[in-house]
């Protein structure tokens, strides 16, 4: 959304914007971490400011996108949330964003 | 200055960055004593500035390649292009990350029309020299100046019709000299110069072409395949020979320290007598298992398993090994951690903590997140597998189950799974070229090639099921069939394979759920206490619900609720709804809905049990909801007793340039607050239920969609919990909920 991107609908715009490296990743599959990112961040920091222990979360592919789910770790949210088959994935990779950024 | 060349003896397993991954570990196993041939390393470095410079090697580069490469004389005391005693070497490449089978490799590199006879007297077997630099040769001639292989074999084949024999080995000296003869018009033909005799030329242009190989199709294929950059270049290891094919007293293999298949420890591998490396990872000829290695050469077998457990404590990870034995003497030529399939990378991770050798964190950094998804798809339904027909066995190259349509060629399996049919790729071998239709086949079967083969190694990669070296099937790539036994199936024909054990069955075989116990159990319990970000799941029924709990989700993070609205004895409710001319018509039609979709939320919190549930508005605009086509509108009209045009005139309305932007989210709880009413209405009955007949402590966790504005968000909560207010005095109970939003 803060692309104004349609998932449905880019499908083709994507790939090619990953062969011409405009897009590393698909913004679908893994977060965007500058831009989108700093949106999350943000949200992160000011929600915390009025209300400590606010209740954050992702959900969606990333959610299941381990280099998505290094991001929340670092970026202090309290869970992600990703479909039944990616949840071993995610738990997996949790865990690694933990070892990684200790 | 720069360094651009190391020695081994001058490097370690810690600069994998400049000497890329073969290179820094043929450094290592020189370091730490083991039997390598020496030779040296030009770094990554060397290849980036080659791109950088137009594709060339500047001159100091050049000049520390000869340098380096007068050490490696003095170190082998041979001499390059020595017609007496002459120094032969490999030039292979070797990224930071390995690429199996990606890039090209030259053996024999360094023999000329002089030096042949050298390696002639000096083996006392002209046969072998001629035979070695007639192989050479070709690989120049194919790898390094782009000459296709085919035409080297029409004259090899050609001479062996002359002869009228079969087999390679009957070639004798006189033939191969004739060989080399032709071989030497055709590179004069089509490279319009004569074949290099000067030695430092051959490995100049063998450099080159390592640094070329970087950037071939199936190279940049495999990175963006594996997430690997296109800037970090290879180095080019230049290793003195050893020859695995000197005789019955030589051969050469690879070995795993540890089963990549499921773990096992014990050294896994194959070996083969009288041959060179190639001749095994190619697949040309069916090696032998390593542990007839240990009959034909006991005493190197058990310096072998020696060396290979050194590796092993060494490196702290299963090693994967390429070696040759020269005339009864062992060399290392590569040692790297070995890839594995997902129950071997679990098993090892687990039995080393075990072990003592790493720790629980190490343990489960070890473990690709990716790769565990080939734990958790199904295998086939044991009953349905006992009743199938198992047609003949072949190497159970990389377990899982699959079944599809047979096609015989990468195009066409991709263009079969392109029109949504599940596919399986049965080729006589694998190579590079096949890449695209692995990916896309759910299973891969080949007649040749072992357990080390191309297909067997990259479909390990993938996670991707593969039986290959099935020998008792024919092959038909032209004619596009498979025979197996009095069976001849043809292209689109189903069978299934079994990766774990090797099995080809007829037609296609039910699957069934995975284990998730032992080993796995195991990880996941370790990565559980590590973490600390906790991990929810996405489901809107309670099928969703009960796998994720199974997978050790520990709440939902988004419940949508429109899938719930579209089937079929309530799809007629919501479009009456949508279709209301006022807010009583409209109130009618929702609680019409409103048992289903109590129905619907009980079902998931008694599969979620206490864990929270997070249930999320109604999302999606509604002309979603309302049919497409004018028939159906008709039928509508009917159903509802509204006139037609009323109807197209409100769906004309419904439409929208931009429904993604459009009248959606929370909008839709703003403008039509009886939506809201009912779902949160839904939503506390389902909880007070559920806490009633199950005991359960639910804390139903509210989501307002696609917020933009607090007022927005505060106009909605309003609604939300003053009919939750409501609800609960009509019950006469209260308990904590929750309100948020998604933005």
């Given at each position: 959304?803060?692309?104004g991107?349609?998932?449905?609908?880019?499908?083709?715009?994507?790939?090619?914007?990953?062969?011409?490296?405009?897009?590393?990743?698909?913004?679908?599959?893994s977060?965007?971490?500058?831009?989108?990112?700093?949106?999350?961040?943000?949200?992160?920091?000011?929600?915390?400011?009025?209300?400590p222990?606010?209740?954050?979360g992702?959900?969606?592919?990333?959610?299941?996108d381990?280099?998505?789910?290094?991001?929340?770790?670092r970026?202090?949210?309290?869970?992600?949330?990703?479909?039944?088959?990616?949840?071993?994935?995610?738990r997996?990779?949790?865990?690694?964003?933990a070892?990684?950024?200790? | 200055?720069?360094?651009f060349?190391?020695?081994?003896?001058?490097?370690?397993?810690?600069?994998?960055?400049?000497?890329?991954?073969?290179?820094?570990?043929?450094?290592?196993?020189?370091?730490?004593?083991l039997?390598?041939?020496?030779?040296?390393?030009?770094?990554t470095e060397?290849?980036t500035?080659?791109?950088?410079?137009?594709?060339?090697?500047?001159?100091?580069?050049?000049?520390?390649?000869?340098?380096?490469?007068?050490?490696?004389?003095?170190?082998?005391?041979?001499?390059?292009?020595d017609?007496?005693n002459?120094?032969?070497?490999?030039?292979?490449?070797?990224?930071?990350?390995?690429?199996p089978?990606?890039?090209?490799?030259?053996?024999?590199?360094?023999?000329?029309?002089?030096?042949v006879?050298?390696?002639?007297?000096?083996?006392?077997?002209?046969?072998?020299?001629?035979d070695?630099?007639r192989?050479?040769?070709?690989?120049?001639?194919?790898?390094?100046?782009?000459?296709?292989?085919?035409?080297y074999?029409?004259?090899?084949?050609?001479?062996?019709?002359k002869?009228?024999?079969?087999?390679d080995?009957?070639?004798?000296?006189?033939?191969?000299?004739?060989?080399?003869?032709?071989?030497?018009?055709?590179?004069?033909?089509?490279?319009?110069?004569?074949?290099?005799?000067?030695?430092?030329?051959?490995?100049?242009e063998?450099?080159k072409?390592v640094?070329r190989?970087?950037n071939?199709?199936?190279?940049?294929?495999?990175?963006?395949?594996?997430?690997?950059?296109?800037d970090?270049?290879?180095?080019?290891?230049?290793?003195?020979?050893?020859?695995?094919?000197?005789?019955?007293?030589?051969?050469?293999?690879?070995?795993?320290?540890?089963?990549?298949?499921?773990?096992?420890k014990?050294?896994?591998?194959?070996?083969?007598?009288?041959a060179q490396?190639?001749?095994?990872?190619?697949?040309?000829?069916?090696p032998?298992?390593?542990?007839?290695?240990?009959?034909a050469?006991?005493?190197?077998?058990?310096?072998?398993?020696?060396?290979?457990?050194?590796?092993?404590?060494h490196?702290?990870?299963?090693?994967?090994?390429?070696?040759t034995?020269?005339r009864?003497?062992?060399?290392?030529?590569?040692?790297?951690?070995g890839?594995?399939?997902?129950?071997?990378?679990?098993?090892?991770?687990?039995?080393?903590?075990?072990?003592?050798?790493?720790?629980?964190?190490?343990?489960?950094?070890?473990?690709?997140?990716?790769?565990?998804?080939?734990?958790l798809h199904?295998?086939?339904?044991?009953?349905?597998?006992?009743a199938?027909?198992?047609?003949?066995?072949?190497?159970?190259a990389?377990?899982?189950?699959?079944?599809?349509?047979?096609?015989?060629?990468?195009?066409d399996?991709?263009?079969?799974?392109?029109n949504?049919?599940?596919?399986?790729?049965?080729?006589?071998?694998?190579?590079?070229?096949?890449?695209?239709?692995?990916?896309?086949?759910?299973?891969?079967?080949?007649?040749?090639?072992?357990?080390?083969?191309?297909a067997?190694?990259?479909?390990?990669?993938?996670?991707?099921?593969?039986?290959s070296?099935?020998?008792?099937?024919k092959?038909?790539?032209?004619?596009?069939?498979l025979?197996?036994g009095?069976?001849?199936?043809?292209?689109?024909?189903?069978?299934?394979?079994?990766?774990?054990?090797?099995?080809?069955?007829?037609?296609?075989?039910?699957?069934?759920?995975?284990?998730?116990?032992?080993?796995?159990?195991?990880?996941?319990?370790?990565?559980?206490?590590?973490?600390?970000?906790k991990?929810?799941?996405?489901?809107?029924?309670?099928?969703d619900?009960k796998?994720?709990?199974?997978?050790?989700?520990?709440?939902?993070?988004?419940?949508?609720?429109?899938?719930?609205?579209?089937?079929?004895e309530?799809?007629?409710?919501?479009r009456?709804?949508?279709?209301?001319d006022?807010?009583?018509?409209?109130?009618?039609?929702?609680?019409?809905?409103?048992?289903?979709?109590?129905?619907?939320?009980?079902?998931?919190?008694?599969?979620?049990?206490?864990?929270?549930?997070?249930?999320?508005?109604?999302?999606?605009?509604?002309?979603?909801?309302?049919?497409?086509?004018?028939?159906?509108?008709?039928?509508?009209a009917?159903?509802?007793?509204?006139?037609?045009?009323?109807?197209a005139?409100?769906?004309?309305?419904?439409h929208?340039?931009?429904?993604?932007?459009?009248h959606?989210?929370?909008?839709?709880?703003?403008?039509?607050?009886?939506?809201?009413?009912?779902?949160?209405?839904?939503?506390?009955?389902?909880?007070?239920?559920v806490?009633?007949?199950?005991?359960?402590d639910?804390?139903?966790?509210?989501?307002?969609?696609?917020?933009?504005?607090?007022?927005?968000?505060?106009?909605?909560?309003?609604?939300?919990?003053?009919?939750?207010?409501?609800?609960?005095?009509?019950?006469?109970?209260?308990?904590?909920?929750?309100?948020?939003?998604?933005?």
């Amino acid at each position: 959304m803060g692309f104004g991107f349609s998932r449905d609908d880019t499908g083709n715009i994507i790939k090619e914007y990953k062969e011409k490296g405009i897009f590393e990743d698909d913004p679908f599959q893994s977060l965007d971490q500058v831009g989108i990112g700093k949106l999350v961040k943000m949200a992160v920091e000011l929600g915390k400011k009025t209300r400590p222990n606010i209740k954050l979360g992702i959900c969606g592919e990333h959610g299941g996108d381990p280099k998505s789910i290094d991001f929340c770790h670092r970026v202090g949210l309290q869970y992600v949330s990703c479909s039944p088959f990616r949840v071993p994935i995610a738990r997996l990779a949790a865990a690694q964003a933990a070892i990684r950024n200790k | 200055m720069k360094k651009f060349v190391y020695s081994f003896n001058e490097g370690s397993k810690d600069m994998r960055d400049l000497l890329g991954g073969k290179g820094a570990n043929l450094a290592e196993m020189t370091k730490i004593g083991l039997p390598v041939p020496f030779g040296f390393t030009v770094t990554t470095e060397a290849c980036t500035r080659y791109y950088d410079e137009g594709e060339t090697i500047g001159q100091d580069i050049v000049d520390d390649i000869y340098v380096k490469l007068a050490d490696l004389e003095n170190v082998a005391g041979k001499k390059f292009g020595d017609a007496a005693n002459p120094l032969l070497v490999s030039v292979r490449s070797g990224a930071k990350i390995s690429m199996p089978g990606m890039m090209d490799t030259i053996l024999n590199l360094g023999l000329n029309d002089e030096t042949v006879e050298g390696l002639s007297a000096l083996t006392e077997n002209p046969r072998f020299a001629y035979d070695s630099y007639r192989r050479f040769m070709q690989m120049f001639g194919d790898v390094v100046m782009g000459i296709s292989k085919s035409k080297y074999d029409v004259i090899f084949d050609g001479q062996k019709d002359k002869k009228g024999v079969l087999f390679d080995v009957d070639l004798d000296v006189d033939d191969l000299k004739e060989i080399i003869v032709g071989y030497k018009a055709l590179y004069k033909e089509e490279i319009g110069k004569d074949f290099p005799q000067d030695p430092k030329e051959q490995l100049m242009e063998a450099v080159k072409a390592v640094f070329r190989s970087w950037n071939t199709d199936r190279a940049i294929l495999y990175r963006q395949l594996n997430e690997i950059p296109d800037d970090i270049g290879t180095a080019v290891n230049v290793q003195s020979m050893v020859f695995g094919n000197m005789g019955d007293t030589s051969g050469t293999g690879v070995a795993f320290t540890r089963s990549p298949v499921n773990g096992e420890k014990a050294i896994f591998g194959e070996f083969l007598v009288n041959a060179q490396g190639e001749d095994v990872v190619a697949g040309i000829r069916t090696p032998q298992p390593i542990a007839e290695m240990a009959q034909a050469f006991p005493a190197v077998y058990d310096d072998f398993v020696k060396i290979a457990n050194t590796l092993e404590d060494h490196y702290k990870d299963m090693q994967d090994m390429e070696f040759t034995v020269e005339r009864g003497k062992l060399y290392m030529l590569q040692t790297r951690n070995g890839k594995r399939t997902a129950p071997s990378a679990v098993k090892i991770a687990v039995d080393m903590v075990g072990e003592g050798l790493i720790s629980k964190e190490d343990a489960v950094m070890r473990i690709e997140p990716g790769q565990i998804d080939q734990l958790l798809h199904p295998m086939f339904d044991a009953r349905e597998l006992e009743a199938a027909e198992k047609l003949t066995k072949g190497l159970p190259a990389s377990p899982g189950a699959a079944c599809g349509q047979i096609y015989f060629n990468a195009a066409d399996a991709e263009a079969a799974v392109a029109n949504g049919e599940k596919t399986i790729l049965v080729r006589l071998e694998t190579s590079p070229e096949d890449l695209a239709g692995m990916v896309a086949a759910e299973g891969i079967l080949t007649a040749r090639g072992g357990m080390t083969s191309h297909a067997a190694v990259v479909a390990r990669g993938m996670g991707k099921c593969c039986v290959s070296g099935c020998s008792e099937i024919k092959v038909d790539e032209e004619g596009k069939t498979l025979g197996i036994g009095d069976y001849v199936f043809k292209e689109g024909d189903f069978i299934s394979l079994n990766g774990t054990t090797g099995d080809v069955i007829k037609g296609e075989v039910k699957t069934v759920p995975p284990e998730l116990s032992g080993d796995f159990g195991t990880i996941m319990e370790w990565a559980d206490e590590i973490r600390t970000l906790k991990v929810r799941t996405n489901a809107d029924n309670p099928r969703d619900a009960k796998q994720a709990v199974v997978f050790g989700a520990q709440g939902i993070g988004l419940c949508r609720t429109e899938h719930m609205f579209f089937e079929e004895e309530r799809i007629p409710a919501i479009r009456r709804m949508i279709m209301a001319d006022t807010v009583e018509e409209r109130r009618e039609a929702l609680s019409f809905l409103l048992p289903y979709q109590k129905g619907d939320f009980k079902g998931i919190y008694e599969a979620m049990e206490e864990r929270p549930v997070t249930i999320r508005l109604l999302d999606p605009p509604l002309h979603e909801f309302i049919p497409h086509t004018d028939e159906e509108l008709r039928e509508l009209a009917e159903q509802i007793g509204k006139p037609y045009e009323k109807l197209a005139k409100k769906a004309e309305e419904l439409h929208e340039f931009n429904p993604m932007l459009g009248h959606r989210g929370c909008r839709l709880a703003v403008t039509y607050p009886e939506i809201a009413e009912m779902q949160a209405e839904a939503i506390i009955m389902a909880a007070i239920e559920v806490r009633k007949e199950k005991g359960y402590d639910i804390v139903p966790e509210i989501m307002v969609p696609l917020v933009g504005m607090v007022t927005e968000l505060a106009d909605v909560k309003k609604t939300v919990v003053e009919t939750i207010s409501r609800v609960f005095e009509r019950e006469g109970v209260e308990f904590p909920y929750l309100v948020g939003t998604m933005i």
